[in-house]
């Protein structure tokens, strides 16, 4: 099989001064991807700002032969945004890839939480892709090609304690992707989704010491790379990953049950009556956009 390559790609990715998006940002640079190391240096719980972050990658990716452009403007504000994608420009000239990767945690159980804990998980994680995104497509929709990644999370996806703040956030950012999707769909942009797994700054005190060695965030890059990809022709997809292991997850629609004859009222007694069924998620499947769930309306929709 061909080398997958970057030469002649631009790629932006978000909070690369460390961790999963660090490696992000290397790996795509040793395969000729231009790449702007963007960081606001922040601590985890989003706090205060330090360039060094993002200089030292940049500085990495130099030493290594690859081409790099540091950017130390927060996601979170549409000027932050509009400068990580001019940093881009200015600096190669386009944009052809863009990693969403930042992140900050403050986690708190959901009746302990303020809204300032609520309003900065939200705002770095799901305004920020809209932030950095937004100006991004514009670029891509020009130049008719784009490759697009989110960051969800299984604590979104799943559940974790003490993470409604986040979790939010990261499904939020499904949302965002299944309706860009569609919008970008005719200009050969592809937007897809990673929930990553990897012993960092942000896990450190959350999985066990000896996890370290196992769960590498080098172990996330493939896919990342291979989603920023030509070669990848998927849009709108979720992948979960961790220590090695790649696999896909999505929303589903089990085919559920019609009641009544689409005239007569229907009673909660018919509902309970028929909850097996109707919950149950036998020949579940994904679907492409949201009208199609008309289809398992069908019978009832042309009485
Ligand atoms: P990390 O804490 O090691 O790195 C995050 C980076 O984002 C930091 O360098 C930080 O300075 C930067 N950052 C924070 N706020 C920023 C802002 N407003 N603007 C620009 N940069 C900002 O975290 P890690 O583990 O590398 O996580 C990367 C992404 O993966 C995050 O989105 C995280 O939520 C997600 N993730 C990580 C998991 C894990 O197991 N480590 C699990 C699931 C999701």
């Avoid at 305004?127 to 990644?149: D, E, H, S, W």
């Avoid at 990848?232 to 929303?251: E, L, P, Q």
Wanted: with cysteine; glycine share 12%; aromatic share 8%.
């Amino acid at each position: 099989m061909a080398d997958i390559r970057y030469d002649g790609r631009v790629a932006i990715v978000t909070g690369a001064g460390q961790g999963i998006g660090r490696m992000y940002a290397l790996e795509l640079a040793a395969r000729g991807a231009k790449v702007v190391v963007n960081d606001l240096g922040a601590a985890r719980d989003g706090a205060g700002q330090d360039q060094s972050a993002a200089d030292k990658v940049v500085a990495e990716i130099k030493a290594a032969g690859g081409q790099a452009v540091a950017n130390y403007d927060s996601v979170a504000t549409m000027q932050g945004g509009a400068n990580i994608v001019q940093t881009a420009v200015d600096a190669f000239g386009k944009v052809d890839i863009l990693v969403n990767n930042a992140g900050i945690l403050r986690d708190k159980s959901f009746l302990k939480m303020s809204e300032q804990e609520w309003d900065l998980v939200i705002s770095v994680h799901l305004k920020g892709a809209f932030c950095v995104t937004q100006p991004a497509v514009k670029l891509m929709k020009a130049a008719n090609y784009g490759r697009i990644i989110f960051t969800s999370s299984t604590s979104g996806i799943y559940g974790n304690f003490g993470q409604c703040n986040y979790g939010a956030a990261k499904m939020g950012l499904l949302g965002l992707m299944n309706c860009l999707k569609l919008e970008v769909a005719n200009y050969n942009i592809k937007v897809n989704t990673v929930a990553p797994t990897a012993y960092s700054r942000m896990t450190s005190d959350i999985f066990p010491a000896n996890m370290e060695e196992k769960l590498k965030p080098q172990f996330n890059a493939p896919m990342v790379l291979y989603l920023a990809s030509e070669e990848n022709s998927v849009s709108g997809m979720t992948f979960v990953m961790g220590a090695g292991w790649y696999g896909r997850t999505a929303v589903v629609s089990g085919n559920g049950v019609c009641l009544g004859d689409g005239h007569r009222d229907i009673t909660p007694e018919e509902i309970h009556a028929q909850f097996n069924a109707i919950s149950g998620l036998d020949q579940a499947k994904p679907h492409a956009s949201g009208t199609d769930i008309f289809g398992y309306m069908a019978p009832l929709l042309g009485k």
